[in-house]
């Protein structure tokens, strides 16, 4: 490409955020790309997403489940797609039951906490083993 000229090659994925066919996509992209896409507001990773990666439902979600103080919205991007879903609950209280993972570069809801949410969210929870049947971590 000329000097000031967009390169063809390289595709937008998101509002904002653009592949590079030559360079590969770093671990863990959809997860970074989620608080880039809203840097103004409070969100952690939770629900079913949280869920399946600890082995208390037996599916993979087709998309990021993440509670936030801003609006719902779900953004698909080539990566795979972002469920915003909103939530009152202020900070304080939800970060108590949550760490903030590096790897991520967000805030992850333990099990117990994910599992609270989709409860207070009125979620189906017919995929969550019972505490009886979950295999001990």
Request: hydrophobic share 35%; proline share 7%; aromatic share 10%.
């Amino acid at each position: 490409a000329l000097l000031g000229q967009p390169d063809p090659s390289i595709e937008e994925i998101g509002e904002g955020f653009y592949l590079n066919p030559y360079l590969r996509a770093p671990l863990f992209a959809l997860y970074r790309m989620a608080c880039r896409v809203r840097p103004q507001e409070r969100l952690y990773l939770s629900l079913e997403s949280v869920l399946s990666e600890c082995g208390w439902i037996s599916q993979i979600p087709f998309c990021l489940t993440i509670l936030t103080s801003g609006p719902d919205e779900r953004i698909s991007t080539l990566y795979g797609d972002l469920l915003f879903q909103h939530t009152d609950e202020p900070m304080d209280s939800w970060r108590a039951k949550a760490e903030y993972r590096d790897t991520y570069e967000m805030w992850v809801a333990t099990p117990e906490k994910a599992e609270e949410d989709m409860i207070r969210l009125g979620q189906n929870l017919d995929l969550i083993i019972p505490a009886h049947l979950r295999e001990d971590d």
